[in-house]
């Protein structure tokens, strides 16, 4: 049974066009949860941490939130550089992120 | 360099051979992760290694894989008689603290793919 599951599995924008991305998670004893983002060839590349329900992030036009079900990363007015799979990891427990699939976003100029 | 490197980028075995992938984490960073990423998928946990000590295996798929970190830095993913479910990118991450001190945020290199024929 997946721990992380993230949705949609694909999603297409048009620049500008604000959306968000879903992480859902059935663990118990959360320590942290964090995205990442992965172009194409590359590796991922850490973007949050978020340890508490209601906490918030932001980068740029990024922003991620948590609630004790779920977490969404919010894209404000996309661009077309923020084309990327969206990786979202939760770690129980131990010391080690176990990633969910992933979300790929592409948004169209 | 200052990031994490993979070597070699690429590579093509036969099915039956063994190979050889290495990683050289940043500098002082004490966990070592390594993760396989089948396409469009999300990366699998393999192995974990605090310094030199590798205090994790459980996701290793078969005794055909093997990993070592035998000086706390560079470290080795070895597969032998390589099968074709083995083709997969093999990344490797390094994060400075280890344990429970390890907040998460792991520095990727950009991977090894791996070609099974």
């Known amino acids: 049974e997946d721990q992380v599951t993230q949705s949609p599995e694909a999603l297409r924008l048009q620049e500008g066009e604000s959306s968000s991305l879903n992480c859902s998670y059935t663990?118990?004893?959360?320590?942290?949860l964090f995205w990442y983002r992965q172009d194409p060839g590359k590796g991922p590349e850490f973007l949050f941490t978020l340890y508490s329900a209601g906490e918030e992030k932001e980068k740029e036009r990024l922003k991620a939130t948590l609630t004790k079900k779920e977490s969404f990363l919010h894209i404000t007015a996309p661009k077309p550089e923020d084309s990327a799979t969206y990786l979202c990891?939760?770690?129980?427990?131990?010391?080690?992120?176990?990633f969910g699939r992933g979300t790929s976003l592409i948004v169209h100029p | 360099g200052a990031g994490v490197s993979q070597s070699p980028r690429y590579k093509v075995a036969k099915r039956g051979q063994d190979v050889a992938l290495r990683c050289d984490p940043i500098?002082?960073?004490?966990?070592l992760f390594w993760y396989q990423q089948a396409l469009g998928q999300g990366p699998e946990f393999l192995t974990y290694?605090?310094?030199?000590?590798?205090?994790?295996k459980s996701g290793l798929p078969s005794d055909r894989f093997f990993a070592e970190r035998p000086e706390g830095s560079v470290s080795t993913l070895k597969i032998q008689r390589t099968q074709q479910e083995d083709s997969a990118v093999y990344l490797c991450?390094?994060?400075?603290?280890?344990?429970?001190?390890?907040?998460?945020?792991?520095?990727f290199g950009e991977g090894s793919r791996l070609t099974v024929l």
């Open positions: 290694f605090q310094n030199e000590a590798q205090l994790d």
């Open positions: 990891a939760v770690q129980v427990g131990s010391y080690i992120p176990t």
């Open positions: 991450a390094s994060s400075l603290a280890g344990g429970v001190a390890n907040t998460g945020e792991l520095f």
């Open positions: 500098s002082g960073h004490v966990s």
């Open positions: 663990v118990s004893g959360l320590r942290g």
